[in-house]
């Protein structure tokens, strides 16, 4: 079968070699073109509109922005023919899911939506789980496929939503596994026992899956060698949230993991595996700021489409006093409200909060009242905000 790959990021890099080995014949298209160089075999594309000319496609882009600038920006999918598959393998956006429905069914290109699940080591063996969604007569053409990819396929209807969904449920449970057994060692380790001890005894009994004994290890040696990058996480759990709002639910518990992925990725982390998220929920990188007593800023910025709601008189009059009534007591000092000169990077608005010191920053984002405030911003945005904690160097 001719496949055509674009985006040969770590898990692309790791699928098309087990693709060229089972026969099939594989062009590809990355944006830094380098990283073809040595996967024999493969053949470059130009550019991602033609790989809508071969049999198969499949996309496997970083998030909603990358999905929209290599494909639905260059209208690709228009240069396919009816009969060609599109697998989209990229964990993406509720809402980009609806968009990519429409834009299939102009071009008449059968949509496959099949994130997966495992690191790129387990994709390098052809052992991945692929969560599959869309018309059953396309997912029985690239079956054979999948079954190269992965060691299962679970099959979840025709609505594409489903596989993304579930891949978006997935992955926010995973990071609360990783929060739960980062509290769980700080506690332990208060008392003298310490996190492998403990996580040794918890990951071959009541937890003894293969994710909870990954990340123990993680946490236990105090080592985040990328598997899955921390950047990617804290999009994944920001997807979460968003579609948790687009269906009128309260997540908490989302809420703690992403701000652990908030501080650990503005500690420098991004790169490191989402594990080091464990870092934030331990509180060690507060420990680790020399500058405990100084100033800390948290910068909460909105970033969104050009068609994102925004309602900034709201946001003066009603938000931001709310966030100045609840904080100030805790250590406060100032909440600036910012904008930028034109929306050109799609953020519409940010607004620098300066706590006394890292101790009120911590009471701040652990008041019964922040939960008020979290539940506020649904009323002024559709826009889900990311923190930024900016340390004193």
Known sequence: MKIAFVGLGNMGRAIVPQLLAAGHEVFAWNRTAAALDDIEGV??????????????????????????????????????????????????????????????AQSGVAYIAAPVFGVPAVAATGGLNILAAGPVAAIDRVQPLFDVMGKKTWRLGDDQASANVAKIAGNLMIT????????????????????????????????????????????????????FKLTLGLKDVGLAIEAAQAAGLDLPMSEVVRSSLSEASSAGLDDKDWSALARAARGELVRDCHHAAEPVSVLVTYTGQPESRFDRAYYEAHHIPMVEQAWQPLGLKHAHVLY????????????????????????????????????????FTDIVPMQHILRPR
């Open 43 to 104: 053949k470059p594309l130009r550019e991602p509109r033609d790989a809508f000319a071969h049999d198969v496609v499949i996309s496997m882009l970083a998030d909603d922005r990358a999905v929209r600038d290599a494909l639905i920006s260059i209208d690709a999918m228009s240069q396919g023919r009816a009969g060609r598959i599109h697998i989209v393998m990229s964990t993406i956006s509720l809402a980009m899911v609806d968009e990519l429905k429409a834009l299939h």
């Open 176 to 227: 609360q596994a990783i929060e739960s057994m980062a509290e769980a060692t700080a506690l332990t380790e208060a008392y003298g026992l310490s996190a492998k001890a403990f996580l040794d005894i918890v990951t071959q009994t009541m937890f003894a899956s293969p994710s909870y004994q990954r990340y123990a290890q993680n946490i236990a040696t105090d080592t985040y060698e990328p598997g």
């Open 340 to 379: 930028p000169s034109d929306r050109n990077g799609m953020t519409v608005a940010a607004c620098l909060c300066q706590f006394r010191d890292a101790d009120s920053m911590r009471a701040a984002f652990d008041s019964p009242d922040t939960a008020e405030i979290m539940a506020d911003v649904a009323v």
